[in-house]
């Protein structure tokens, strides 16, 4: 098989995804400081609850940082499972900003619907454009529908 070009879009789309959980790590442990991380962990290990959300949030970024690298070689799956886990994890975001729904972790502290909107769309926007890198170019899209017909040959 010989080799494949990655496009430009898909590249700086497939590395975003990977720089940017990096620096949100780098960043939780600068604003929170090694103490108010280990109270974090503390907090999250107070409940099953809490403890569950804490490690499916934590499989929500190894699942996106696989599928960066899926992108990388062709795999159009990989775009998929990166929506995918974008829409529960913005799931999650809505239930638990609503009052009574669930425990408080990873949510939006306002008191506007207004205020929810602009924070969520503030949080997400990374991620919209990494999206759009991803599927609006054309060279993206060429990209992961050659790969299908080259595995589609193959068979």
């Given amino acids: 098989m010989r ?26 442990l600068d604003a929170m400081g090694l103490d108010g991380l280990m109270d974090f962990l503390r ?31 062709g795999r159009n799956w990989g775009r998929w499972a990166y929506i995918g886990c974008q829409a529960v994890v913005v799931s999650y975001m809505l239930l638990a900003s609503f009052d009574g729904v669930g425990p408080k972790i ?7 619907q207004g205020q929810f909107l602009y924070a969520l769309l503030m949080q997400k926007l990374p991620d919209i454009l990494v999206m759009l890198l991803l599927f609006v170019p054309p060279a993206s899209r060429r990209f992961f529908l050659r790969r299908k017909a080259v595995l589609q040959a193959a068979r």
Avoid: H, K
């Fill in 43 to 73: 907090a999250s290990a107070s409940s099953w609850l809490n403890s569950f959300i804490l490690l499916a949030s934590l499989i929500i970024v190894l699942v996106e940082c696989r599928a960066a690298y899926a992108m990388m070689r």
């Fill in 106 to 112: 990873f949510s939006f502290d306002t008191n506007t």
């Fill in 3 to 28: 080799f494949q070009f990655v496009p430009v879009p898909v590249m700086i789309g497939a590395s975003a995804i990977v720089a940017t959980r990096c620096l949100e790590f780098i960043l939780l």
